[in-house]
């Protein structure tokens, strides 16, 4: 909802300010297919070039970050803590029954508390990939860390790509606008023995493409790609406690300790205070009961 308002603010502001100056939006309404056409076709035709089929789907996908906002929110943190704290208790309650549960998570009773959490492939495969290794042997630390931290820097690299291929695309525009400008001056230089009113539209109509470029690269497309990328990053806190939680049961620590670090580690807007959370867990205690 509020990418919606920045966007009508964005265009009330600036075409609302050239009318209220005495502007006339005719010449800009008469230019702007033929303008549009070339530094947007020119701006579609460089990403397709630059740009695979994967990373061109995903990056459409990711423009609907703009809108919709982060996938993760202030339940669902309390949610992970909840569900990786029945997963460590049933650990090293039942080191043999923990495998049902991360070999066939879709099949799993714990899993299946958190619908949202089950859908999410990365989470899921980052919990059941941790706790199966554990149950292995493979429990040091500091080498899980340090594997978990490679990983999670791989995946958002991969989920970054949208706002770089955005962000390339915002960098090249004001260029393509100077591009139809010129266009423009040429198309007016051929007309130059026609009349001072009639060169003096041919000129504005030019200059409409400058402008299209720089309003479009930004007032639309960099904010695009800034605002992609602040929903990765967000995003990416959820993998992180994850992490956090995962490697502090390595340490052995108390059940409760590990999932008090990850409660810490929730960013502030959507960490659960201490009484919620213990409640939660509570409820969690009562109906494995």
């Not at 260029?175 to 400008?181: E, N, P, Q, S």
Request: aromatic fraction near 6%; charge should be negative.
């Amino acid at each position: 909802m509020i990418g919606i308002i920045g966007i009508l603010v964005i265009f009330a502001m600036v075409f609302g300010g050239y009318i209220a100056a005495g502007g006339k939006l005719g010449i800009i309404l008469k230019a702007l297919p033929f303008e549009m056409m070339m530094i947007g076709g020119a701006a579609a035709g460089a990403f397709l070039i630059s740009n695979d089929m994967a990373a061109i789907k995903h990056t459409l996908k990711d423009v609907g970050k703009v809108f919709k906002g982060p996938k993760w929110k202030h339940d669902d943190y309390r949610d992970l803590l909840c569900l990786l704290f029945e997963l460590i208790r049933l650990a090293r309650q039942n080191p043999v029954a923990i495998e049902e549960h991360v070999e066939e998570p879709e099949n799993s009773s714990i899993f299946s508390k958190y619908p949202k959490i089950l859908g999410d492939s990365e989470a899921i495969s980052l919990i059941s990939d941790t706790l199966r290794s554990a149950s292995m042997n493979y429990d040091d630390p500091h080498q899980v860390e340090e594997i978990l931290e490679k990983r999670m820097d791989a995946t958002m690299h991969h989920a970054m790509h949208s706002s770089h291929a955005l962000q390339t695309m915002a960098d090249g525009l004001p260029a393509l606008g100077i591009v139809a400008a010129v266009l423009g001056v040429i198309k007016t230089m051929a007309a130059i023995d026609q009349p001072p009113e009639i060169l003096g539209k041919m000129i504005g109509g030019a200059l409409v493409g400058t402008f299209l470029g720089v309003f479009l690269s930004y007032g639309l497309v960099g904010p695009f790609a800034g605002k992609v990328k602040a929903v990765v990053e967000e995003d990416g806190h959820f993998y992180q406690l994850i992490r956090e939680v995962l490697v502090a049961n390595l340490h052995n620590h108390a059940t409760n300790i590990c999932i008090e670090v990850g409660r810490q580690n929730t960013p502030s807007h959507c960490r659960p205070s201490f009484n919620e959370l213990e409640e939660a867990l509570k409820n969690v205690k009562q109906s494995a009961a």
